[in-house]
């Protein structure tokens, strides 16, 4: 049997296309291998082993060595099975195993034009995708999303279900729009989270970069990018929140606000004596968020103080209990309230 022979008979075999006379060849040459040479666990390429089996294998025509050649056969042909056997559960067993944490398809929308991708994570962990446009897509555990392979060229849409954070590459020329079953995300390119899981009451949009708009989804066709009066704009560390059973919807600071400045100096800088509306104006510019207050009875309210790695309502709590302030949230916004100092 020459080598091409020799490879195209265990093809065949992989493929389930061996005769009964093929087939009991090779149940021989499996019964004959014996235990005396170990089956590769390494991903050396099919050819490469091929390559090395059918050196240990080189016919003579030496009368005296056919037994031994026969033999060698035998047990090559056997590893090489065993070898293509061992690979087929393998991949077998990798691509159940991928299903089962991550669930691909593919759709066609109505028109039989558009191409659309159903990617649902099954798993405890958060997943990466990345989008056709350069943005990225963190999917949530038990979350799903669908979306273009090729986003139009007005718009880019994609509707989620449960909860994913999105980093969106800015195009002015083509809004994302995130679409739920009760509300619409819109941006032009900044980063934000959505968790909209269909058995909690409530669904939240919070911005942690830039800019983001959003609206009822019954306020507007979906095929819609007018603004609408009733649409809540957001920015850095706020969100909203929308209750599924009364429909309200309500603006709100996030529970953790971040720094959103690059650069911050906040936590180096030692204030000795300075009027407190210095170190709001301060806060308000490194966590991007609103703080109000009566300048004119603060103007006389000076701290010493340095700031630490507490979080934003912890430096407001430390500020107002030195002043004799209290502080509100309403509507994302800080409000100091304070009888003033002498």
Known sequence: MKPHEFKALLDKFSRGECTAEEIQFIN?????IGQEQPVSSTKTDNDVIESRLWSKINPSSDADNKG???YGLRAAAAILFLFIVGIGVYNAQKTSSEQAGVNQSQEITNDNTVAFARIANLENKSREIKLEDGSKVTLGPKSEVRFAKKFAADKREIFLTGEAFFSVKRDETRPFLVYT?????????TSFNIKAYPDEKEITVAVRTGRVSVYANSLK????????????????NQQV???RIDERVSKQLVKHPEVILS???????????SPVTKIFKVLEDNYGVEIRYDEELLKNCVLTTT????????RIEVICKAIGAHYSVEDAVIYIKSNGCK
Do not use: C, Q, R
């Open 28 to 32: 021989e040459w499996f019964e004959n």
């Open 181 to 189: 079953k009760e509300v619409v995300t819109k941006v032009l390119g």
């Open 68 to 70: 031994i050649y026969f």
């Open 221 to 236: 066709p979906a095929n819609s990018v007018a603004p609408t009066s009733a649409e809540v704009i957001l920015t850095p």
């Open 307 to 314: 700031m630490s790695d507490e979080g934003l309502y912890e």
């Open 241 to 243: 929140v929308y209750n």
């Open 263 to 273: 650069k911050s100096t906040l936590f180096s800088m030692h204030y000795d004596g």
